[in-house]
């Protein structure tokens, strides 16, 4: 078995590191915060993160990632090393690691290279490249090598993995260019829209967190949103309503469900069979927007659990694709 001493989610809006017999050790922002003139680094993850927006012109504050891929290569190289040096400190390791990194489904050479090209220079001997829903399974416990569908809805932030697993393989699947980022952005433009107010984007992140939802709550509530009047300009306060925010997402929703459908509709008869009685497995932390679960299951008619920490799930099954690689690999060449 192929030893894995390092499984990393690169996400859009966040970096999750898991450790060999230490577990998840990071699991931070995607951020990365660095002096103009200097380019020297000021801070990463949730301390760059906390920067956006608040900063003089000489200092750069940066998410160097985009729907699941290295947007911005040199940043996005500074900002894992620092990660890995980090994650290094919580376990000492002997000699250069082998680092699993988990990418999109249908990425091309070149986004593929820049991954590999951004782990090589950390340190690393040896790389894998994981496909996101594989990793996803992976970190549930999901036996994927047995001849049965198993279907993944991965909601990560930036980008929906949805995929049908058989037999050690993405038997159908599609990745959507939509994540939580993308809510986040569409709860900015609703509140802007609604109530001529603008928001920053700390602020819609953080009341997308705690009151936005895809699925009408029996109880309904409300929060507190903070932002500028774009009418004079002055701050502004207004109580947001949870139910509301169900009209914000409306057309993220409705391409994650038509996404859902159109896999489910590729799929042969005996794959939707499985599915039918395992039901979707939902994880990312796109999915953890109340009422994801509900919405899909509402909307397919099949029963939808959520994985056990699901922002997590992802980088636990980098970590521990040892086996599956060094099967995949024997498969190779034959």
Known sequence: MYRIDMGIDLGTSKVCIYMRDKGIVINQPAVLAYERKEKRIIAVGSK??????????????????????????????RMIKAFIKNALKKR????????????????????????????????????FLLESPIAAALGTGVDIMETTGHMIVDIGGGTTEIAIISA?????????KIGGDDFTEALARYVRRKYNVEMGELSAEDAK??????????????????????????????????NETIEAFEELTTQIIDGIIGVLE???????ADVGKEG?????????????DSL???????????????????AAGAGMAGEYIMVQDEESKK
Do not use: W
Not at 219 to 234: P, T
Not at 280 to 292: A, F, P
Not at 296 to 314: M, W
């Open 48 to 77: 760059a993160r906390k920067m956006l927006g608040k900063t003089t012109d000489q200092i750069i504050v940066e998410k160097p990632m985009k729907h699941g891929v290295i947007s911005e290569y040199a940043i996005a190289e």
């Open 92 to 127: 000492r390791l002997f000699g250069r690691p082998n680092v699993c990194v988990t990418v999109p489904q249908g990425i091309t050479e070149v986004e593929r290279r820049a991954v590999e090209d951004a782990i090589v220079k950390t340190g690393a001997r040896e790389i």
């Open 168 to 176: 050690g393989d993405i038997a159908h699947g599609v990745s959507l």
């Open 209 to 242: 967190i705690e009151i936005a939802g895809v699925y009408p709550r029996k109880i309904d509530s409300s929060y507190e949103i903070k932002g500028k009047s774009q009418i004079n300009g002055l701050p502004v306060r207004l109580d947001l309503g949870a």
């Open 266 to 272: 590729k799929a042969d008869t005996e794959l939707i």
């Open 280 to 292: 979707i497995l939902l994880s990312g932390g796109g999915s953890m927007i109340y009422g994801m």
């Open 296 to 314: 899909i299951s509402a909307k397919t008619g099949v029963k939808v659990s959520l994985a056990d920490e699901p922002d997590s799930v992802v």
